[in-house]
């Protein structure tokens, strides 16, 4: 079926790009297929991380699909434009049927986008993974690409104030090389060297990144092990076990 929603959307984001003059750093681009089925598993800082992460995958000219809530699909804003772009909707208290979606569009040929930490980490370190990314990878048989994410979360992140019209912010979107599921035992044992090499992917992000805190109360969006103000992953473990109230107290 022809791609009537997609395109446009990808052309708003462009134009959002240019008008906030974002200073878009992307690496490893060419590690994305260009044809056949890939899963694109992204750690996750933002609530506009699939944005960036799709954006990384330009190059190769494919189009991501990503398994996003379930409630996305029901807002009367987002819903028909995730259902345009066959995104993927997530029900967590009935998985099994999004997952075989996602498997069958891997089989497909189509490219997959998963957050395998599955809630965005205050920390803006890599949480523990959830093991889908890899299984679907694997039963799809096809690879399995880590993507990091940095400055994402300067615009629009878990308990701060939305700032989606700051500008000349600069994002850095690295691809990582393919992970080829054959060459693993199992889910548990894939899982576990994405999250070694999406850590790794993450930290030279972060330290790469050409822009430092301006001062203390600019410190929020630096990780704690760098001598930002974010959480450590310990305290942000238990601001997410208080639930939303957490981002508000």
């Known amino acids: 079926m022809p791609e009537l929603v997609y395109p446009p959307v990808i052309a708003a984001a462009k134009t959002m790009f240019r008008v906030l003059d974002l200073r878009l750093r992307v690496e490893?681009?060419?590690?994305?297929?260009?044809t056949?089925?890939?899963?694109l598993a992204s750690n996750h800082v933002s609530y506009l991380d699939f944005i960036f992460c799709g954006y990384g995958a330009?190059?190769?000219?494919?189009?991501?699909?990503?398994?996003?809530?379930?409630?996305?699909?029901?807002h009367k804003v987002s819903g028909p434009l995730m259902r345009g772009m066959k995104h993927i909707p997530v029900n967590r208290a009935a998985g099994a049927g999004s997952y075989q979606t996602a498997v069958s569009a891997l089989r497909r040929g189509e490219v997959v986008g998963v957050f395998p930490?599955?809630?965005?980490?205050?920390s803006f370190t890599v949480k523990e993974l959830k093991s889908g990314?890899?299984?679907?990878?694997?039963?799809?048989?096809?690879?399995?690409?880590?993507?990091?994410?940095?400055?994402?979360?300067?615009?629009?992140?878990?308990?701060?104030?939305?700032?989606?019209?700051?500008?000349?912010?600069?994002?850095?979107?690295?691809?990582?090389?393919?992970?080829?599921?054959?060459?693993?035992?199992?889910?548990?044992?894939?899982?576990?060297?994405?999250?070694?090499?999406?850590?790794?992917?993450?930290?030279r992000a972060q330290r790469e990144y050409p822009e430092q805190p301006a001062g203390p109360d600019d410190a929020w969006w630096q990780p704690a092990h760098l001598g930002g103000a974010a959480p450590t992953p310990e305290e942000a473990a238990a601001l997410d076990r208080r639930g939303p109230r957490a981002a508000t107290s």
């Open 28 to 34: 490893g681009s060419h590690h994305v297929p260009r």
């Open 36 to 39: 056949g089925g890939a899963v």
């Open 58 to 74: 330009r190059d190769s000219g494919r189009l991501v699909r990503f398994m996003a809530k379930e409630s996305v699909f029901r």
């Open 117 to 122: 930490e599955a809630t965005i980490s205050r």
């Open 133 to 203: 990314a890899a299984r679907m990878a694997q039963q799809a048989a096809v690879p399995l690409l880590p993507v990091a994410l940095w400055g994402t979360q300067r615009l629009w992140t878990k308990g701060r104030p939305r700032t989606l019209t700051r500008r000349h912010t600069p994002i850095s979107i690295l691809v990582g090389e393919p992970m080829d599921p054959a060459g693993y035992p199992d889910a548990a044992t894939m899982t576990a060297e994405l999250k070694n090499r999406l850590s790794a992917l993450v930290d």
